[in-house]
């Protein structure tokens, strides 16, 4: 048998190396625009150096999944939009590190960033490019925003610590798979659990909303976290069901 490699894979191989010239520079263009937001933002190189690299460094980890498993020829409008989200998380991140930035500003890029997170999955559809990758890469930027917008939030004062239940789920899911490796299997769909993440991310921006009261505030961000931590409990239920 010839080790000679086939027409197909040289297509996939050209297919991989395309779509990761689009994403790289995508990736730059992102880039540049943090660095531009996060000036204006807080004017702190420090802030600004580590937004960028926290930027740089998702992107990176994305670029290993996108050349490993996407499907398509081109990256398409559905994983531009989840990189501009991308882009406005790490802005909130210069915000974290130099609390100094205006709270007004603070709340407009977060619920840009949330008013863009059904954009992606919809382009995706409309353009055919759905991909498991794609999903993936909006469900870590989604969690990467929830546990930013908590961050924000608990350094603000408005709630107290508590508060970061809103972000931290995803991650504790993660950790619980160590020694509980069942977590990690597939889950089906259940729109309960998109209904969870949105009210999530919804009570975080309220937190951020500089003239809501705090005992509303609050309120609401304990009850998204019953809320949440009912989901999650939820899923580990139905993993453990189905290992069993």
Same mark, same amino acid.
């Given at each position: 048998?010839?080790?000679?490699?086939?027409?197909?894979?040289?297509?996939?191989?050209?297919?991989?190396?395309?779509?990761?010239?689009?994403? #790289?520079?995508?990736?730059?263009?992102?880039?540049? %625009?943090? @660095?531009?937001? +996060? &000036? /204006?933002?807080? !004017?702190? =190189?420090?802030?600004?150096?580590?937004?960028?690299?926290?930027?740089?460094?998702?992107?990176?980890?994305?670029?290993?999944?996108?050349?490993?498993?996407?499907?398509?020829?081109?990256?398409?409008?559905?994983?531009?939009?989840?990189?501009?989200?991308?882009?406005? #998380?790490?802005?909130?991140?210069?915000?974290?590190? %130099?609390? @100094?930035?205006? +709270? &007004? /500003?603070?709340? !407009?890029? =977060?619920?840009?960033?949330?008013?863009?997170?059904?954009?992606?999955?919809?382009?995706?559809?409309?353009?055919?490019r759905a991909s498991a990758f794609g999903a993936?890469?909006?469900?870590?930027?989604?969690?990467?925003?929830?546990?930013?917008?908590?961050?924000?939030?608990?350094?603000?004062?408005?709630?107290?610590?508590?508060?970061?239940?809103?972000?931290?789920?995803?991650?504790?899911?993660?950790?619980?798979?160590?020694?509980?490796?069942?977590?990690?299997?597939?889950?089906?769909?259940?729109?309960?659990?998109?209904?969870?993440?949105?009210?999530?991310i919804a009570a975080l921006i309220l937190a951020?909303?500089?003239?809501?009261?705090?005992?509303?505030?609050?309120?609401?961000?304990?009850?998204?976290?019953?809320?949440?931590?009912?989901?999650?409990?939820?899923?580990?239920?139905?993993?453990?069901?189905?290992?069993?």
């Amino acid at each position: 048998m010839s080790d000679k490699p086939s027409d197909t894979d040289d297509g996939l191989a050209s297919t991989s190396l395309s779509v990761a010239v689009q994403f #790289v520079g995508a990736g730059c263009v992102g880039a540049a %625009a943090v @660095a531009t937001l +996060a &000036w /204006a933002l807080v !004017g702190n =190189a420090l802030a600004i150096g580590i937004a960028v690299i926290f930027f740089a460094a998702v992107m990176a980890i994305a670029l290993v999944g996108l050349v490993a498993s996407f499907p398509h020829r081109v990256i398409g409008l559905c994983n531009l939009a989840t990189i501009a989200r991308l882009a406005l #998380v790490s802005v909130l991140i210069a915000a974290l590190v %130099a609390p @100094a930035a205006s +709270a &007004w /500003a603070v709340f !407009g890029l =977060a619920v840009l960033a949330f008013a863009l997170d059904g954009l992606d999955g919809y382009l995706a559809r409309r353009e055919g490019r759905a991909s498991a990758f794609g999903a993936r890469f909006d469900m870590e930027v989604d969690s990467l925003l929830a546990l930013t917008l908590a961050l924000l939030t608990w350094q603000s004062g408005a709630v107290g610590a508590y508060v970061l239940i809103l972000g931290l789920p995803r991650y504790a899911f993660w950790v619980a798979q160590v020694p509980f490796p069942w977590l990690g299997h597939d889950l089906p769909e259940r729109f309960s659990r998109k209904v969870a993440c949105v009210v999530q991310i919804a009570a975080l921006i309220l937190a951020l909303f500089p003239p809501a009261p705090s005992i509303l505030v609050g309120s609401i961000a304990g009850l998204a976290a019953i809320a949440l931590v009912w989901s999650f409990s939820l899923d580990a239920r139905t993993l453990w069901r189905a290992q069993t």
